[in-house]
Structure formats: structure tokens, C-alpha cells
């Protein structure tokens, strides 16, 4: 089967394509036919040696989302079928590319899956994982820290896939919503239901003061001075301390597969309840452009990588 693989830490130039051995389904697991894999910051980090912290042999697989058919099942395996649509999330911070998603075929734990609704297409499917479960678990700290419904909170990068789910999930969860876009993106996550729109070029103490700030760029500083005294910052990437004088709560949110949450948002994005997009698909042998593509920016959705 063809495969991508970084053959060293670096840029895009890094991946090549490659014949791989088919793998076989082992016990609690599924062999998945890939049709779509999301592209990912996180991604790009992989081959760069950014995550996971710790040495990663070569070669490996980048890719955490996928989304396929059941191609074939292992011995003890009754909860799917050969056909079967699915979709899920690689726990690439266990598996460190062996498997990645990035592969025409991957061995999966069945834990790593959900049902795909027939609503739901693969290349839809394949931008949900990772984005949806980290916006929703991000903004679960925010309602540990006690700031009830009705508060304000801000998301950096909505014109992203966690900022877009992490826009959406916190209006579902009563807040008054402020939204960072992009420039040029105000419209589309003014149609997420948000309560006010601020662009990327703007002053963030325009937005201010808020409860909570989910920084899904993130922005660090600039974003935590608008929160108010005892407030919340929910940062996706590690971020300098911030000063302790007012009582501001910084945490890091860093994914957690949930298998039960994700068929839950699956099931949102089928219906309509939660919005999505993709920017752009391109052939898994062209898995280098694409992630030059994601580095260069201005990109309103995702990258999608497909299969057949």
C-alpha cells in the first residue's frame, strides 16, 4: 500500500511517498481503508520534532484523523463489520506515527472509533476529531472554574477548527460569546451564532473584560490582560505564566480521546447542530503541498488529504 512517511525531523520536504506493508487487524482492533485524513498543526509539529516531547523514531506516519471504511476485522472483533463507515482520532501522543493516518490503509483499537452517520461525508468527518474534543474539553475547565452560563468569554482564532467548535460548543453552553476572526472571515464566524465579532487586526481590549478567554491561537498575554480578576485563560498550546496578582487561572488543555464524546459531536455535525469546513482536499501523495499549504496560512478551513 502507499504510505507517507517523514524520513527525519524537518519541513515538508521531510515526507515522502512510500510503499508500506498492508497492515493486519490484531486483536481488538480494525483494518481501516482510508478515505480522508485531516491535515494538522499538529502535524506539522510531528515532523519538525515540536511533539511529542521525547525522541520519535524515523520513519514515521504523521496524521490523527481519519475517516474509512472497515476493510477487514481482527479475530475477536464483533462491534464492526467489513463496510462499515467510521471515523476517529489516532492517539498520535501514544502511537508517535506507528500508525499514523497518513497511510491508504491503518490498523486501528476499535477505542480510537465511532460510527460515522450516514449523514456525514469522509472529508467532513475527518476535521471533527481532534478540533471538536479539544474545544470541548477546553471549554469543560471553563465551567470547572465555576464561571456559570450567561458569562462572557472570549475564542481566539474562531476561523479555526478548535476556536470554530470552541465558538459554537460555548453559545450551546448559554455564554455570551466573543469571537476572534480572521481578517476577512467575520462573516462566517458571525454565522456561528456568536454574540460579537472582533477581527484579528483589532485590539483585543476592545473585547474586554471577559470571564474567560479560550486561546485556541494562542495569543497568550494579550489575551489573559482582558479577563477579569479570577477569571480563566484555556490555552491549546503551552504559554509563558502570567503574573499572578489578580487571581487569573491559567490552564493548558491538551487532547484526551473520549470515544463516547466524540460520537456525541459526530452526531451534532451530522445534524447540523455544529459547523465545519474544509478549505481545500488534495491526494495523500501530495501530503508535502499540504502541509506547505497549512504553513503558508489564509486558509479558511482544513486541508484534507484523500484516498480513492
Known amino acids: 500500500m502507499l504510505g507517507v512517511v517523514a524520513t527525519a525531523l524537518g519541513g515538508p520536504e521531510v515526507l515522502q511517498v512510500t510503499e508500506l506493508p498492508e497492515p493486519k487487524a490484531g486483536p481488538g482492533q480494525v483494518v481501516i481503508r482510508i478515505r480522508a485524513v485531516c491535515v494538522h498543526p499538529a502535524d506539522i509539529a510531528s515532523t519538525t520534532g515540536e511533539i511529542p516531547r521525547g525522541p520519535v523514531p524515523t520513519p514515521f506516519s504523521p496524521g490523527w484523523d481519519i475517516a474509512g471504511e472497515v476493510a477487514s476485522v481482527g479475530s475477536d472483533t464483533t462491534e464492526f463489520g467489513v463496510g462499515d463507515r467510521v471515523a476517529g482520532m489516532i492517539p498520535w501522543y501514544l502511537t508517535r506515527g506507528n500508525p499514523g493516518g497518513y497511510a491508504e490503509f491503518v490498523a486501528a483499537d476499535t477505542d480510537w472509533l465511532v460510527r460515522l452517520p ?32 450567561g458569562s462572557s468569554i472570549l475564542v481566539t482564532g474562531a476561523s479555526g477548527g478548535v476556536g470554530g467548535f470552541a465558538a459554537q460548543l460555548a453559545v450551546q453552553g448559554g455564554y455570551r460569546v466573543v469571537a476572534q476572526a480572521a481578517d476577512g472571515d467575520e462573516q462566517w464566524v458571525r454565522d456561528l451564532g456568536v454574540h460579537e465579532v472582533i477581527s484579528r487586526s483589532a485590539e483585543l481590549s476592545t473585547a474586554g473584560p471577559v470571564g474567560a478567554v479560550f486561546d485556541a491561537v494562542p495569543v497568550g498575554e494579550a489575551a489573559a490582560a482582558i479577563v477579569e480578576d479570577r477569571g480563566i485563560v484555556v490555552a491549546t ?3 509563558p505564566p502570567l503574573v499572578p496578582d489578580r487571581g487569573v487561572r491559567q490552564e493548558l488543555q ?8 466524540l460520537a456525541g459531536l459526530m452526531e451534532q455535525v451530522a445534524a447540523g447542530q455544529l459547523r465545519t469546513r ?9 501530503a508535502a503541498d499540504a502541509h506547505r499549504r497549512v504553513l503558508a496560512g489564509g486558509l479558511h478551513g482544513k486541508v484534507v488529504l484523500t484516498v480513492g
Request: charged letters at 15%.
Open 254 to 261: 491538551l487532547i484526551r480521546h473520549d470515544r463516547d464524546l
Open 237 to 239: 498550546r503551552p504559554t
Open 118 to 149: 450516514e449523514e456525514l461525508d469522509f472529508v467532513s468527518a475527518a476535521t471533527v476529531p481532534l478540533n471538536a474534543q479539544t474545544a470541548h474539553q477546553g471549554l469543560a475547565l471553563v465551567s470547572l472554574a465555576m464561571l456559570p452560563g
Open 278 to 286: 474544509v478549505a481545500v482536499t488534495m491526494p495523500l501523495t501530495e
